[in-house]
T-cell receptor, first 110, second 115 residues
Framework: RKEVEQDPGPFNVPEGATVAFNCTYSNSASQSFFWYRQDCRKEPKLLMSVYSSGNEDGRFTAQLNRASQYISLLIRDSKLSDSATYLCVVRADSWGKLQFGAGTQVVVTP | NAGVTQTPKFRVLKTGQSMTLLCAQDMNHEYMYWYRQDPGMGLRLIHYSVGEGTTAKGEVPDGYNVSRLKKQNFLLGLESAAPSQTSVYFC??????????????FGEGSRLTVL
């Protein structure tokens, strides 16, 4: 079983619509959670951290559910530029080693 | 502001050949990492370094060696390339481990094909 699992998608989203997707993690001792964004054939870049109480960054909302061991990302008012693969990242130990999910592809269409 | 720079960007090798990937960062980061990314799989950690002169094994270290002789550079070597090492390799750096905010800074990637 993978330590971090994501629906690979693609999630095809009309421009202006809302899309949400989850990521599950297996290690209940996981401490920190993040969403990274990766454009096609580019390097990953940090999108946002995920806090226990949930947090927003503009059109992006991240939630953490420790009881069910998943995190979620919601994108409102989708833009064409939101088309990318979103990587779920979990930090399981104190020194900072990160576990990456394989990513969820989002395609925003006109 | 270059950030993290990887060279070469592309390389084709024959089975058994050796090569070195170079990663350089100009952010004075202590931590550096080498990952590989394969279709359908998350980034997997090959080796990492927590400071100049130190290296440690990650999740998939077999077939690779690394060196961190200078703080700004982290080299990844393949002594005898195998087709299973065909992948995209990403170098990353971060400012620290214990107080890590989660932000890794990645290079643009190096696409390696082993025939």
């Amino acid at each position: 079983r993978k330590e971090v699992e994501q629906d690979p998608g693609p999630f095809n989203v009309p421009e202006g619509a809302t899309v949400a997707f989850n990521c599950t993690y297996s290690n209940s001792a996981s401490q920190s959670f993040f969403w990274y964004r990766q454009d096609c054939r580019k390097e990953p870049k940090l999108l946002m951290s995920v806090y226990s109480s949930g947090n927003e960054d503009g059109r992006f909302t991240a939630q953490l559910n420790r009881a069910s061991q998943y995190i979620s990302l919601l994108i409102r008012d989708s833009k064409l530029s939101d088309s990318a693969t979103y990587l779920c990242v979990v930090r399981a130990d104190s020194w900072g080693k990160l576990q990456f999910g394989a990513g969820t592809q989002v395609v925003v269409t006109p | 502001n270059a950030g993290v720079t990887q060279t070469p960007k592309f390389r084709v090798l024959k089975t058994g050949q050796s090569m070195t990937l170079l990663c350089a960062q100009d952010m004075n980061h202590e931590y550096m990492y080498w990952y590989r990314q394969d279709p359908g799989m998350g980034l997997r950690l090959i080796h990492y370094s927590v400071g100049e002169g130190t290296t440690a094994k990650g999740e998939v270290p077999d077939g690779y060696n690394v060196s961190r002789l200078k703080k700004q550079n982290f080299l990844l070597g393949l002594e005898s390339a195998a087709p299973s090492q065909t992948s995209v390799y990403f170098c990353a750096s971060s400012s620290s481990g214990t107080s890590l905010p989660g932000e890794l800074f990645f290079g643009e990637g190096s696409r390696l094909t082993v025939l």
